[in-house]
């Protein structure tokens, strides 16, 4: 247990504390002997016999305790379940980077906390920290600082499960003096006293430069135009801290008033996000969700429901309303990109929504320039037309066949349009919660990058029109040159290999526009989103590159375009068990263990623009890890199979060593023929199984510590909207 005692007069405290670290839980105490000052903080410690097979919960992690540096009181109390190790660190990360300086801060590991620390070492370390980096994966650790000073107590304790061993440590510290919250100024007396009570507020509370919001400084440069055009609906929920940062970022937009701004709440809002309201000149509205919904989702599902509702009513002259969640971040031009491309909306019905999300692929070109159109969902900070918002409060059940109210939209207002979005993303989903998926939230949304904010052309809202922009992608397309390389071997894609930079065409087989699990396979093996088939512009992806043209992936027979394959040209299509077994080879080389195997995400993109191949007829047997390359068994795999007019179709796909495919013989282009394709795999490995039940939407995608769970911490968060 950590204690805190403390004696004497004010100017003259000495906090002694006592901290336990142990594979069965931990303990945070606050408590002194003056009669005003109460025992404060938590305790938790399982039986011995339940720790004998770990199962991590709300508790286990990596827990922060935040005390004020005068006078004791825990400010904050958040755990992170860093037993995970993707997206956990990214966001202690986050939140260590938000403490105000001279706070006084203790991490203490509870169950298992040490595994997952690799995005955050170098922070902790730069705090101070000697021991994190060194921690072992099963380690019990403790560590007592003060943010901007000094370490006051650091200690760690490798283990073995199951182990009912704990960590004790003590330390002696002398409060600091009672000095002014903000240095004086415009700062009102509200913000200083929200500085004083809360923890992790960011800019808000800096001690030297606090951030002060005037009405006249967020109503900036408005257009005249724009006036009354748009409403903004933020949907918040229990996280504090995450709503001050959106709000801050949300009011740096340039041309956004806050009285467009409503905040729309579950349930009445706290004393302390009153506060900040008033301090950022916004207006809020209550949504109340029956408690007896029978899940979170569930009253997530009409919680927004009951967020378009109150937007409708806060704005009942916009043309447009823009959403945006507590925990999503936007650059400065996020309203402006929304608005100058809005029109596209009302000039083809075919679009039906306007996102500042980006595009969730990670091995392209991030030019900020770009906009492109697809069939997705909206993803976060989006923009749609006030009247069709209208017609969908107007069918919207208390419950659907999915729950989560973007995938619910996605297939009831978009009904097989398209939305149109930016290729480097406007706005970004940064907050961990309660739908989250660690391993995809890491590299597909906290891994991309958020624009700056720099003025950049946009193309006009015209070109989104479904006729102007289909005639650019088939222009596009026609003039671009068939790719026979191996998608699952390093350097696919790199430049072309002769003549002048030029789009170059992939095709693979995809029959099925809504799942694909040769899409899934092919997204992994080549850095694009792998999950759905969420992103395709009739049944194609585009990648730009740096060195000026783009990688066209095209599903065949699912996309029109297709019938630009020029006959000995390969559809990609792995099937048989070598090549399932390459491919998981390759699929595990892009979900590394951080910090542990010193791989990254971006080494693993890296091997797709490698210049050459290994020679074909190398035969020194080096390992994968010698190499980077996958193994090869030197031939060609084939399978035949009868299509439905007697006609044999021969798909080959070579070993994953060699760069290039052969050009192969298939039968004539038609529908009928292309079925030939469709050759199942003798038996799907375990991770291909996993991610066929991922398209199919029957589980949560394989990691590669299949028993670890995600779950919200539940004492820093109550209802807040769904990260999905």
Known sequence: MWRLWCWGAVQARVFSGDVVSAEGGASVGVSCLQEECEWRGWSDFSPFEKVKVFHPGEQDGLVMTVLHETTGVVLLRKTFHTWHIYSHALDLLWWVGRLRAGRVVVLVVRGSGTYGLGDVLPALTDLGSLLARHAPPSALLAWAFVVGGRTLLETLGPYHRPSNISLHAHFLLSAAPVLPVLPRGPAPVSQERLCDS??????????????????????????????????????????????????????????????????????????????????????????????????????????????????LATFPDALYLAFLDEDVEVSPDWLSLLLHLAPALTLDPSLWCVSGSGSPHPAQYHDPRRVVRAARQPGWGYLVLAAEARSVVETWPDAAQTLLYDTFLMKTVGRGRECAFPMVARSRHYGVGVNTVPEIHHFYFLGLPLHDGSPVALPPPESLTQQQYESQVWARLRAAVPLNRNPCAPGFLRAPDDGPPTDLMFFFFMDNLEKSLEWAMLGECVGAWPYSTHAMHRGAVELPQTWGGSVWLVGVPASPYYTLRPPGVSVWRPV??????????????????????????????????????????????????????????????????DSPNDTVSTITTPSSSANDLTPIATPADTAANLSALSVTPTHPSPLLESLLAVLEGTTKPITPHSNKINIENSEVNSIAPPST
């Open 576 to 641: 048989t068990d070598r090549q399932l077994e390459e491919h998981e080879l390759y699929f595990s080389s892009l979900r590394p263990l951080p910090n542990i195997t010193g791989k990254t995400m971006d080494a693993a993109l890296s091997h797709l623009f490698l210049p050459a191949s290994l020679p074909k007829d190398d035969d020194s047997g080096v390992s994968l890890a010698e190499t980077n390359t996958l193994p090869s068994d030197r031939t060609s795999d084939t399978t035949a199979t």
């Open 198 to 311: 809360h923890a992790a507020l960011g800019p808000l509370c800096d001690p030297v430069a606090p951030l002060v919001m005037p009405l006249s400084f967020v109503e900036g440069d408005q257009k005249e135009e724009d006036k009354g055009k748009v409403g903004v609906v933020v949907c918040a929920g229990g996280r504090f801290q995450y709503l001050v940062h959106t709000l801050v970022r949300l009011l740096h937009n340039r041309g956004l008033s806050p009285h467009h701004v409503v905040v729309v709440f579950n349930g009445s809002p706290t004393p302390e996000v009153l506060t900040l309201l008033e301090l950022l000149h916004l207006r809020h509205s209550v949504v109340n969700v029956p408690l007896e919904a029978p899940s979170i989702n569930h009253r997530l599902f009409q919680f927004y429901r009951g967020a378009w509702r109150a937007g």
